[in-house]
């Protein structure tokens, strides 16, 4: 049996929820999300239940179902956990053509509850007829990722200046107008936490008679983390997909990149050692020349941007132009290779400092003293360093680093080609040479606190 999905309104209106436990909470908090009188039919509440009671919330009705108890609702749910009863109950609203869902008996199912995604206004229902629930849900998460979370506000804001909109723009002019509102800047403002910014650019459109014609561009330098699209945060994903051109390097897996609009302008303007046809002058020029074009830059960067992602000259450049410039953080090398070697940068008693360092410099620049921080109690992570590996291994054991100190090399993290490997710090350079690690790679050295190091030592025998 096919069904078809409608919206009910619920203002001021009854919803029957026949049960006092667990399963009648659920159906109690999914309409508490609307503005519905709650009727619980239930000798006794659970906790939760009866708060909603005092809170007033919602009624208690402890006495004789009728016919009558369901003939004003807008629709009833039946969760009594008792399966005589629920049918009882379901011909007591039949009889009062009341519609109702009975908990976990689809047979008897006048309405499915479906899995919502609420941005309200803008509420989106995704339903099975009850015949795959967890994949509802997985399309659930899904759009709760793509539908940012203040799209609502926005969608609400729409509403409230529609007749203003009717009086001061053409007819003809409108649509242009609405799709400027939802797909330009002012969408933009809003998503990234601008919404007087939003406001006031519709107001002042508004007053022109419609949108813009010359409409600002902007910039997002993107972190893409690690590699795997699903640890990208979901304001990555939402600025991927409202991007007009992205330009992304080498270090970025075709996964995430595969995440941005179909139509966005993709530029790899990636760098390899030796090769300089991207300086990054060149970047910074280009994605300001972009974004003066009125075009949505994202600047797509692996990790984190702000982590040995050369942001600040970006940011630098936007801003000297005057274009409108956003960091959005991505999950750092350091914090993905220490989940995938299942350990914890820090750990009380024994490393309470960590240390993000790297082995390469600027061009022209001396390298930099990457071990200058090492010191007991401290996590140190060295990025892009596998170089400069016998370098940093003589600098710690000069520190004093015992050369049988472990050093965890983390390769390709989160990628379908990952790498994992352990060995002591003597054996550093000669360990990654017979791993074949030459690229982006990660290593982790812990040097033990004073006090967790004598905790580790062996006990002398007493003669």
């Not at 009086?167 to 998503?191: E, L, N, Y």
């Not at 997002?220 to 945060?233: E, F, K, S």
């Not at 274009?323 to 350990?343: F, Y």
């Not at 309470?352 to 390298?367: A, C, F, H, I, Q």
Request: charged content about 25%; proline content about 6%.
């Amino acid at each position: 049996m096919q069904s078809f999905p409608m919206f009910l309104r619920t203002t001021d209106r009854r919803v029957v929820i026949c049960g006092g436990g667990e399963k009648a909470a659920q159906k109690a908090r999914l309409m508490l999300k609307t503005d519905a009188r709650l009727l619980l039919v239930a000798e006794r509440l659970d906790d939760e239940l009866a708060e909603l009671v005092r809170s007033g919330r919602a009624e208690h009705y402890a006495g004789p179902v009728t016919p009558t108890l369901f003939e004003s609702a807008v629709m009833g749910f039946i969760a009594t956990d008792c399966p005589a009863l629920d049918a009882a109950l379901h011909w007591l609203a039949q009889a009062a053509r009341c519609p109702v869902n009975v908990v976990d008996r689809p047979d008897l199912c006048d309405l499915v509850t479906p899995s919502i995604v609420d941005r309200d206004p803008v509420v989106v229902a995704i339903g099975t007829d009850g015949t795959a629930p967890v994949l509802a849900r997985q399309i659930r998460a899904q759009l709760e990722v793509a539908l940012p979370v203040s799209l609502g506000g926005l969608a609400a804001l729409a509403g409230r200046l529609r007749s203003s909109v009717a009086a001061r723009v053409p007819h003809a002019r409108r649509r242009a107008f609405w799709t400027w509102v939802f797909s330009g800047a002012p969408r933009a403002a809003w998503t990234r936490g601008a919404e007087r910014e939003a406001i006031a650019s519709v107001k002042a459109a508004i007053a022109e008679g419609g949108a813009p014609t010359g409409t600002q561009g902007s910039i997002a330098l993107v972190g893409a983390g690690p590699g795997a699209r699903d640890l990208l945060t979901l304001r990555a994903m939402q600025r991927l997909q409202e991007a007009d051109v992205v330009f992304y390097d080498r270090l970025v897996d075709p996964e995430v990149l595969d995440l941005a609009r179909r139509d966005a302008d993709r530029v790899f303007v990636g760098k390899v050692v030796g090769a300089h046809a991207w300086p990054q002058e060149r970047i910074n020029a280009v994605i300001v020349a972009e974004a003066r074009k009125g075009r949505r830059v994202v600047r797509l960067k692996s990790g984190d941007p702000g982590v040995f992602g050369r942001a600040g000259e970006e940011l630098a450049a936007a801003r000297a132009a005057g274009v409108p410039v956003e960091l959005v953080p991505g999950i750092t090398a350091a914090s993905a290779a220490a989940a995938a070697l299942g350990r914890s940068l820090t750990e009380r008693g024994v490393a309470d400092t960590l240390v993000l360092t790297t082995g390469m410099s600027r061009e022209g620049d001396p390298l930099p003293d990457s071990v200058r921080m090492a010191a007991p109690g401290t996590t140190m992570a060295f990025y892009m360093a596998v170089a400069q590996a016998g370098r940093i291994r003589t600098a710690l054991m000069a520190r004093g680093l015992s050369g049988e100190t472990e050093v965890q090399v983390a390769a390709d993290v989160s990628k379908p080609d990952e790498r994992l490997s352990v060995c002591p710090l003597h054996r550093l350079e000669r360990h990654l040479d017979e791993t074949g690690c030459t690229g982006g790679a990660v290593l982790l050295v812990t040097w033990p606190s004073q006090a967790a190091a004598r905790r580790a030592a062996p006990a002398l025998a007493v003669v």
